[in-house]
């Protein structure tokens, strides 16, 4: 089955700064890759995801890169803000299954701290 | 807020017991999955229903189950529970065809 590394495991910048977090998945066939801020005793919330048929995407302050040869997966933060601080989940998802099957495997996580 | 709603917001209970975990998806949304996450393990899936149906399987122990039914909300049964069980469990919905998943606030699960 498909397996997700994501690093590192925290991460701390100053406000302002960038911040990127990698992940690489094992299973050629993924095609689908979101990525997830969870904030403190909340619910994972999207922020952002993209497709194999791309090689980047932006949204404001957040893009994501793809390299579907080397299999990985970058989220980068521009100009940091104290409420960027949270744990952010990269995932992925292949396309075996097919059909209505969108069983996603998760990273295991960054923890992010944006230091005023 | 998602959508996506799950009961209750907290549970505690003892080892060997049973409990039933309940998620309603977004509305018109017909796939439902189940998530668990433990601070070792992160975020581990459990299963997916699709309209009734269960469409995919996951990490889930035997003495877990789901069910989806008509209205569409499903339901997590965790039977003969152990501390390990402990965790906060999560569900999730997506729309016919697409693959966005939206969480709920999900459930955590304190076995003593």
């Known amino acids: 089955g498909e397996n997700v590394e994501q690093h590192p495991s925290t991460l701390s910048v100053q406000e302002g700064d960038s911040a990127v977090i990698k992940c690489t998945y094992s299973?050629?066939?993924?095609?689908?890759f979101p990525w997830y801020k969870q904030e403190l005793g909340k619910r994972p919330q999207l922020i952002i995801d993209i497709r194999s048929n791309v090689g980047e995407k932006k949204d404001q302050r957040i893009a994501v890169t793809l390299n579907k040869t080397a299999k990985h997966f970058s989220l980068h933060i521009t100009e940091t803000q104290p409420e960027d601080s949270a744990v952010y989940f990269c995932?992925?998802?292949?396309?075996?299954?097919?059909?209505?099957?969108?069983?996603?495997?998760f990273g295991k996580g960054t923890l992010l701290t944006v230091n005023p | 807020d998602s959508g996506v709603t799950q009961t209750p917001k907290h549970l505690i209970t003892a080892t060997g017991q049973r409990v039933t975990l309940r998620c309603s998806p977004r509305?018109?949304?017909?796939?439902v999955y189940w998530y668990q996450q433990s601070l070792d393990q992160g975020l581990q899936f459990l299963i997916q229903?699709?309209?009734?149906?269960?469409?995919a399987k996951g990490n889930i122990l035997e003495r877990f189950s789901a069910q989806q039914f008509p209205d569409l909300h499903s339901e997590l049964n965790l039977s003969s529970l152990e501390l390990g069980d402990s965790a906060l469990y999560f569900c999730?919905?997506?729309?016919?065809?697409?693959?966005?998943?939206?969480f709920g606030p999900g459930t955590r699960l304190l076995v003593l």
């Open positions: 509305s018109g949304d017909l796939s």
């Open positions: 229903y699709y309209n009734g149906e269960e469409r």
């Open positions: 999730a919905s997506s729309e016919d065809g697409r693959e966005t998943q939206y």
């Open positions: 299973d050629s066939a993924s095609n689908y």
């Open positions: 995932a992925a998802r292949n396309s075996h299954s097919g059909g209505s099957n969108y069983k996603l495997t």
